[in-house]
């Protein structure tokens, strides 16, 4: 079904790709069995097409776009996935520097 999505995705573009995919019915057939149908359709085309978007702390991550993917489950103050990358590109930046410094 990923594949079925990435060729919608090139032939008919990131603006029109779900009309072809609302025509195919084992497509949506497989849609309803395996995604929250309270989710709207590109979320639920995303879900197939990303399978990472539940964190590593079991939270659902927030839907940027078909493009994008799935951000962070949360902001800084609420979301701990993001506060370890955070860390992690300060940890990371510092070691970067001291490397240029004395490398």
Request: proline residues 1%; contains cysteine.
């Amino acid at each position: 079904m990923k594949e079925l999505i990435k060729k919608a995705i090139e032939t008919y573009g990131v603006k029109h790709f779900t009309r072809f995919l609302k025509k195919e019915n084992i497509f949506l057939e497989y849609l309803d069995k395996v995604t929250d149908k309270n989710l709207p359709f590109i979320e639920r085309v995303a879900q197939i097409y990303f399978s990472d978007f539940i964190c590593q702390y079991n939270k659902n991550k927030k839907f940027l776009s078909i493009t994008k993917g799935y951000g962070f489950c949360g902001n800084a103050k609420s979301c701990v996935c993001l506060k370890e990358y955070i860390s992690n590109l300060i940890i990371d930046g510092w070691n970067i520097k001291l490397l240029k410094k004395w490398g």
